[in-house]
């Protein structure tokens, strides 16, 4: 019986790691976008990407941003269990504003603790920075009341906020549907002249995969929240690679950080 199956006559030889650096993503149930932008813009040959979801019900408001909150530390724990990784991103810009980065690198690291943490807002104040941008622009796919405490936290971060336009969608299902063309033609309206730079918030809007169609249109840098974390994630482990084809935050060192 069975009797042409054979056993190889050597053990294989093991590398340390399927992949050099390992990046784990923590992303909402609902997340249509963050898993294909990484995989086009972060993954490669030396860059592995994990993933796992945490459970999130729409709309998008304050009290069900919050409630992501407790699964934070299991959804890290799970992404490959007992094993270590280089960066941790939890993507979503809104509750990263809503439960506080702090309290997000605490809960990841009781999983994950030698882990970098990562979140949009603060790759997104590193990119802004990065470029040298001083006044910008935002916009969300948010309504009003969960784009005012995203204004405020830019504020707080020494920016200037020239104009900041929200398009008022509740359900992050919707806003991954916003086609590329409308995605293009907000930005256009969105940014002030004056601003340096325009960030387009959230981890469920397309933009990252036309930065460069708007930074022609502008004129100007364009800061999104996948391209942030995406930038901030590969040049944490060490990838430098400088693609200008995918913006022009992709041209740049990650800035030193303070101690």
Do not use: Q
Not at 6 to 22: C, M, N, Y
Not at 118 to 128: E, I, N, S, W
Not at 235 to 253: I, Q
Request: negative net charge; aromatic residues 6%.
């Amino acid at each position: 019986m069975l009797s042409f199956i054979h056993l190889a006559g050597r053990v294989p030889r093991l590398d340390e790691r399927a992949f050099h650096k390992r990046i784990g993503l923590v992303i909402l149930a609902t997340d249509h976008t963050t898993e294909p932008d990484f995989a086009r813009l972060v993954a490669n040959e030396r860059i592995g990407v994990y993933v796992n979801r945490v459970p999130y019900a729409n709309p998008v408001t304050a009290e069900n941003l919050l409630a992501m909150r407790p699964s934070l530390t299991a959804g890290a724990a799970l992404i490959l269990p007992d094993e270590t990784l280089d960066v941790v991103m939890y993507s979503c810009t809104s509750a990263s504003v809503m439960i506080g980065e702090v309290e997000i690198e605490r809960a990841i690291h009781a999983a994950k603790s030698e882990a970098e943490v990562v979140t949009p807002t603060a790759a997104a104040v590193a990119a802004l920075k990065a470029l040298g941008a001083r006044r910008i622009s935002v916009l969300t796919p948010y309504t009003v009341e969960t784009s005012r405490p995203m204004a405020e936290y830019f504020t707080a971060r020494g920016f200037i906020i020239d104009r900041f336009t929200c398009i008022g969608l509740s359900d992050d299902r919707e806003m991954a549907r916003i086609s590329h063309d409308d995605i293009v033609a907000f930005a256009r309206d969105a940014t002030a002249e004056e601003s340096d730079a325009l960030f387009i918030s959230c981890t469920a809007v397309r933009a990252a995969a036309v930065i460069a169609r708007i930074e022609a249109a502008l004129g100007k840098a364009v800061v999104s929240s996948n391209l942030a974390t995406a930038w901030m994630c590969l040049r944490l482990c060490g990838d430098n690679a400088v693609k200008p084809e995918r913006g022009r935050l992709m041209t740049l060192p990650l800035p030193e950080r303070s101690t």
